[in-house]
């Protein structure tokens, strides 16, 4: 199945990281802080550093950590000094659910290229949009797979937002929290610009267009070859 959409690897493990970052079909990174404190990462910095030595000429994303937007802007810009393939992850808000837009803005005028993240809503995205269209680029991630968990069917959010950024050359739709490997084909399906995923759902990607008649006969196999190992009787 050939697909337009462009493959990002979501994680803080280095190995894994690394692994993906050897696969021609990946085209950049996201992290987090709370990817990175699943990964052990203790010192935020020296990992971020530590990676970036590997991983120069795709996108990577590195997240700011404070609550507070003063210290959130000299994180922001501390980060993006690192290396000219990053992009700053400022969440939509903070968790006094105040929102972050006068800090993009600003971010997006000294040049700063921004991954702004946690969003759910087409307003939310609305709201980031002229100031992220006066910098050097940007991408919106909306996560699809939170949409899903609450009910509602993501696939209406996510397809409006690719209309709306056909006015904003400059700025991409990440398709971010995706719960299955068919989240990709969907991704695809609407033009969504990127797709940002676990290295589990990447690795299932050669299935992508399988017969499925093979792969009811591979899963009989499966069950079978597991209860002779298990020697079960009964």
């Known amino acids: 199945m050939e697909l337009n959409v462009k493959l990002f690897a979501d994680g803080a493990d280095k190995v894994g990281m690394l692994e993906m970052y050897a696969n021609p079909i990946i085209s950049g990174f996201t992290t987090n ?44 810009l501390d980060i993006a000094s690192w290396s000219e393939n990053i992009y700053v992850k400022i969440p939509i808000t903070n968790t006094k659910a105040e929102s972050s837009v006068e800090l993009i803005n600003s971010l997006s005028e000294d040049g700063v290229k921004i991954n702004v993240t946690a969003m759910m809503t087409v307003e939310q995205v609305k709201s980031v949009l002229p100031g992220l269209s006066k910098g050097p680029g940007g991408y919106v991630s909306v996560f699809a797979g939170r949409i899903a968990d609450a009910g509602q069917d993501p696939l209406s959010v996510m397809t409006e937002v690719v209309k709306i950024l056909r006015d904003f050359p400059t700025v991409e739709l990440i398709w971010a929290s995706p719960r299955e490997l068919y989240n990709v084909v969907q991704a695809n ?46």
Do not use: W
């Open 189 to 234: 399906d609407i033009g969504c610009h990127i797709i940002t995923a676990t290295n589990n759902i990447l690795k299932k990607l050669p299935t992508l267009g399988k017969d499925l008649d093979q792969f009811s006969l591979e899963t009989v196999k499966m069950f079978y070859d597991d209860a002779s190992e298990a020697g079960y009787s009964i």
């Open 33 to 76: 802080p709370t990817l990175m404190k699943a990964a052990g990462i203790k010192d935020y910095k020296s990992f971020a550093l530590d990676i970036l030595s590997f991983i120069k000429d795709k996108s990577i994303s590195f997240e700011v950590f404070s609550d507070e937007f003063d210290e959130m802007k000299r994180q922001a």
